[in-house]
């Protein structure tokens, strides 16, 4: 059997439809209920469809930030300038090599507007800022640097803002985020189906997609998309074979951050009709040694006790750098002055010891490496410099007080948590492109589903973020099809 | 219009053939001529179509290696041992994260066999060894290292072999090789069509691929495969959109290997009928600095005056890591002793001096950074050591001869050499595999039109070897089908 004849059927070869919406979608995350919300919206009939039993995804789990800028309310309300150039320099710079300009920008266009449209929907932000690093996991503080804004390079790119916008909740900020969606979502009569995975989409002979053939408890049924049909079924961290053959080094990563739905069969589907899966590869991974903080002033080191980043990035950056460019064998010295326990994972120490020297001795590494890395960082930290990565004067001091300790922030030892960036290609209106660059008619996709705004380079709140943004762009333009 | 209407056709709207052959092979490199030369002597009627006006590809004008081993009969007749299995622990150590077992274990096993199939050919060998590292371009000797057999990791992971079979003759050895399989396909009587470029596969509703249409200079032409296509239609180094949607990195290479032809359109006729593309961010990608060999005494480095990678591997391991790990911003300090202009590509001098000092002050590396990098290298190279990145010893030695110079290696001034590793997902028969791992009926795929055995990890002599090794399974499979 074909691994294709599961995935796509000839529209010739449907005799029949068991059911009908304007506007399809496959998937119940966040990108799903948006798409859902603004095609209804714009009048449609909608109809999602979702292979577990109720709404939420991996969103209605995760951290519920949202990368949001260019001078929305709660930056504005707390005094942060930015604009929408600025954001789009930021993002340009660091969503990785050759980012796609017209996502990004229209991403960064409608930002405010977006975030405008998230508060309609009744989800609470407290105007406060969190003034910790990255990720507020015991405050329900609204506005945090959620990625490397203020770190080198960025901050002699782009003038640093925070964007990572965090539901006023301490716990369960995914949770409050998507519960205020799905509730708006039945509010408008979005209509759903639980328990239905889709199986094939049904193209015509112009390459349409014009439906799709799902699997329910009662059997296949045949569902029309009558202008549009939106894939926002996650992405494949939970396919070891896809992974296998796409990104085998996020397999390292000892924590998946997703649902056993993020299969890859969204992507799959789009593939089926002629889509394509482009930047594969890619992923967010995340270092979380911090909280913390302290901690940043430390040194990361790679196995031959050299520096390779400056340690005030966000952690998705150092764990990306620590995988992908050094094979995942890196460590953290700090001094007896800065050392804290990590908040959120255990720890396992590599070596510890009075002197550098004992450290390195007890690491295997060749005598004087790491004594030379360290004497190096030391005099300019003394005087406030990184010359070599350009870490921040507020993390800069000189690794001095003993005893002196290294955490292990190999793959083997501690956790890193990985989901996949990679996915379908699409445009700024969320329409999959094909071979050719031109949309599959009737075709749309948003979320991990989608290679997004973030090709590598992951900053927190971009995933929910774009998946939000393309998931409402989908839904609009679908209600313009005149099929 | 539709991105996939273009490249897919569904058999019902063929209303008649205009030709058809029992093997149908889209392109006419090596992996081209090798599928037909099977397919023929397997009995079939074997119809090449070619988008240029002559036979060759990529493939005549390359280096012409074939990395084969496991025991052949010139590794044999040189006094190298070598198995299979020694062979394929080098290949799954190797050829990047995570290759493909499945295909390096087929490839390994079926390595003898095929380089005397080769010789059979007439394809002449010198029974010479060459000395030299990685490429005799001066010289016509037969078997050389052409990948990292004899460096760290790689020699502690297998006994070094060398691989690299060159034709017999000093210049044009892709010529030598492609015209004495181009001629033999000739006196099978293999048919041929040039001036002949593929638009599209037509599909039957089963997902088997039944042939192709044509552009010719006489219009379009439905041609028929009866028992199997073959696409052996190169990679996308010349598509520039490829590149950024899948691999920009390699958009920062100066020199691409390849012809205008290899843009993609094997790969992409694959994923319109269901094919999948996988690893398509690799490459080859060469930093051509040697020769000459003394070169290897210095030692690379990074911006930050640190060293990366071990001097003495393949140059294509130092280009993939100083591209892909080091943003390709590198450089190589030698010392008086060791300089020699490099045989093959202009260089630029960055950075000249009495003292490493100066040459440090010179580079605009924080005072310190370098001196330290020197003097930890010079205190082990001293007693042949290089506890760091394990050079081998007959590379080590203090860098201590004044005037020092730094040849700059930066993409933006030296010349890195790349093609695309990425493609479609074929198993060891060269079916080509669709999402759910089954293969696409009738359709067939190798060279890099696939990806093939080097996930990353290149060694010369694997794009010529794998091409030509599954384009043969490729010919041989096809003609065992019953349709």
Avoid at 148 to 173: L, M, V, Y
Avoid at 395 to 404: C, D, G, K, Q, S
Avoid at 428 to 437: D, F, H, I, T
Wanted: proline content about 5%; charged content about 20%; glycine content about 14%.
């Amino acid at each position: 059997m074909s691994g294709t004849e599961l995935l796509r059927v000839d529209e010739r070869d449907v005799a029949a439809w068991d059911d009908q919406a304007d506007v399809v979608v496959v998937g119940y995350g966040c990108a799903g209920v948006c798409t859902a919300l603004e095609a209804r919206a714009a009048g449609g009939d909608v109809l999602v469809l979702e292979r577990s039993g109720g709404p939420g995804g991996t969103s209605i789990n995760s951290g519920g930030f949202l990368y949001c800028g260019g001078g929305t309310a709660l930056q504005r309300a707390l005094g942060y300038d930015d604009s929408v150039e600025n954001m789009y320099a930021y993002m340009m710079a660091a969503c990785g090599p050759e980012p796609d300009a017209a996502l990004i920008q229209a991403y960064c266009e409608g930002s405010v507007a977006h975030f405008d449209w998230i508060l309609e929907k009744g989800v609470p932000y407290k105007e406060s800022f969190f003034a910790g690093a990255h990720e507020p996991f015991h405050s329900d503080d609204g506005l945090v640097y959620s990625g490397s804004e203020f770190a080198w390079p960025f901050n002699e790119i782009a003038t640093p803002a925070p964007r990572g916008h965090a539901p006023q909740t301490i716990q369960d900020k995914g949770a409050l985020l998507m519960n205020k969606l799905i509730a708006a979502a039945v509010a408008a009569g979005v209509r759903t189906a639980f328990g239905t995975r889709v199986e094939s989409l049904v193209q015509a002979g112009d390459g349409r997609v014009v439906g799709a053939i799902a699997h329910t408890v009662e059997g296949r049924k045949r569902i029309r998309a009558r202008k549009g049909l939106v894939l926002t079924a996650g992405g494949f961290i939970y396919n070891e074979d896809m992974l296998s053959r796409y990104a085998p080094l996020l397999k390292q990563c000892r924590y998946k951050v997703g649902t056993e739905t993020d299969d890859g069969s969204g992507i799959r589907l789009g593939l089926a009709v002629g889509g394509e899966a482009i930047r594969m590869e890619t992923g967010d991974i995340s270092l979380p040694v911090f909280p913390p903080n302290d901690l940043r002033f430390g040194i990361c080191l790679s196995e031959q006790g050299q520096r390779f980043i400056n340690e005030d990035v966000y952690f998705g950056r150092i764990g990306e750098y620590a995988l992908m460019h050094q094979a995942g064998r890196v460590f953290l010295l700090v001094d007896d002055e800065h050392f804290g326990r990590p908040e959120n994972f255990p720890i396992e120490i590599a070596a510890a010891g009075e002197t550098v020297e004992e450290v390195e001795a007890e690491l295997g590494m060749p005598r004087g490496a790491l004594v030379n890395t360290v004497a190096v960082y030391n005099e300019y930290a003394a005087r406030g410099e990184d010359p070599l990565f350009h870490k921040g004067a507020d993390w800069l001091a000189p690794i001095a007080t003993p005893p002196f300790g290294v955490i292990d922030l190999s793959t083997e030892s501690f956790v890193y948590t990985a989901f996949t960036l990679g996915g379908l290609w699409i445009d700024p209106q969320a329409r999959v492109r094909g071979g050719g660059g031109d949309p599959i008619p009737g075709l749309y996709a948003a979320g991990r589903t989608t290679s997004g705004v973030a090709k590598q380079g992951y900053s927190s709140g971009m995933s929910l973020g774009d998946g939000s943004f393309f998931g409402r762009a989908a839904g609009r333009h679908a209600m313009t099809s005149r099929t």
